[in-house]
């Protein structure tokens, strides 16, 4: 279960936080210990996942016995697809701009201090992006045209 746990903190489905409060399931006494065991084995995972270690290396890690480093080729057999897309994604992110979130907001303007007469809609986008670990935030106001404009650019980007 410590091997599969390693795997599931290299492809982010479990934090430090979580690993911290699994080491006494797994029956460490301090939960740094348990952490710094998962997050070696994690890395000896991605190491065999990327070719650039073998299965001979384990030996040198204090925590893996001889019985749990005979079980290392399996677990990562198991579970090759996932630490293999994993991979991938990272190799595609530290290259591509990745799109984190998106949001829009309406809002009708009944008027304004001119005239009360001055009815219009707005749209706020807020994009949040990253590249090369580097967050970014965009917003920008459209009005009616404008989104519809951006529509049809998206369609036909989409389309192509």
């Known amino acids: 279960k410590v091997l599969h746990l390693a795997i599931d903190y290299l492809i982010g489905n479990i934090s430090d936080k979580q690993a911290r409060r699994l080491s006494h399931k797994y029956g460490f006494h301090h939960p740094d210990d348990f952490l710094l065991v998962t997050k070696t084995l994690s890395m000896y995972y991605r190491n065999l996942g990327l070719n650039t270690s073998s299965g001979k290396n384990l030996a040198q890690f204090s925590v893996v016995n001889s019985e749990m480093s005979k079980l290392v080729p399996?677990?990562?057999?198991?579970?090759?697809?996932?630490?293999?897309?994993h991979l991938q994604q990272c190799e595609y992110f530290k290259t591509n701009m990745i799109i984190e979130s998106f949001?829009?907001?309406?809002?009708?303007i009944l008027g304004d201090n001119?005239?009360?007469?001055?009815?219009?809609?707005?749209?706020?986008?807020?994009l949040s992006y990253r590249h090369l670990n580097l967050r970014n935030r965009v917003f920008w106001e459209m009005n009616k045209k404008m989104v519809n404009d951006f529509i049809c650019f998206l369609q036909k980007t989409l389309s192509q």
Not at 103 to 108: E, F, L
Not at 114 to 126: E, F, K
Request: aromatic share 4%; glycine share 6%; proline share 0%.
């Open 103 to 108: 949001a829009w907001d309406t809002r009708q």
């Open 74 to 85: 399996t677990v990562l057999g198991a579970r090759q697809a996932e630490v293999t897309k």
């Open 114 to 126: 001119s005239s009360c007469g001055n009815v219009r809609q707005i749209t706020t986008v807020n």
